[in-house]
């Protein structure tokens, strides 16, 4: 089961830490049960309920240990929304990430549920480059800041490209086991152009793989707008002698 979250004020998460237990936020003890969201569902209760709201965090939360206390209800819309009936076990929480406002007032929710891929060398440069909470990081993301657009306006094709490398790679990385591999070739298909401030996520897939290849697929997308697809091969490396890990 994926993780769910919890979005809440800094102050109110340090005085659950300080007191050893999360029992919820006001609106959460006058319904009688610790309000959650799912990754899809996330970005609308943002904009819903915490709207211009700063200091905030966003827990992210192990469902597993919660048990027969966490049903799944229908609120917004019908949909089924995780609910908590009980206090949140702290050793639950996997993490608790800052929910920054962006200029146009909106919530930066990529980085706040996403965890920060390694940023070494070349990518040091272009990133940053978040891996989303899903088991297999097949989904890979970046904020389009000004340094990645080119003189139009929008994200730099060379940009796109160093992406769909890097996603794909990190994608085909976590299927072979985390072997060393190299990139034999890489080919991208542009659709649309992505605006500074955009969210844009590359989506991957194993399409074959074999004793040392891996044959990878990506489409590259803000929100459902397609931006480009790509398609590589990995070539799966022998670990240097004595290398047992």
Known sequence: MSLIYKICPAALWQRARDEGAFGGAPVDLADGYIH???????AETAARHFGGQTDLLVLAVDPHPLGDALRWEPSRGGALFPHLYGPLPLAAVRSAASLPVREDGAHDLGPALWTRSRD???MGLVGPIWTSPDPLATRHGFRAERRHLNRGGTVH??????FADQALGLASWAANGDRPQVTIQLDTHFISGVAEGEWLEARCRVVRQTASLLFMTAELGVGERPV????????MRARPRGDRA
């Open 157 to 162: 094709g060379g940009m796109l490209v160093a």
């Open 120 to 122: 070494e060398g070349f």
């Open 228 to 235: 480009a697809t790509a398609t590589g091969i990995w070539m």
């Open 36 to 42: 959650f969201s799912t990754e899809a569902q996330v």
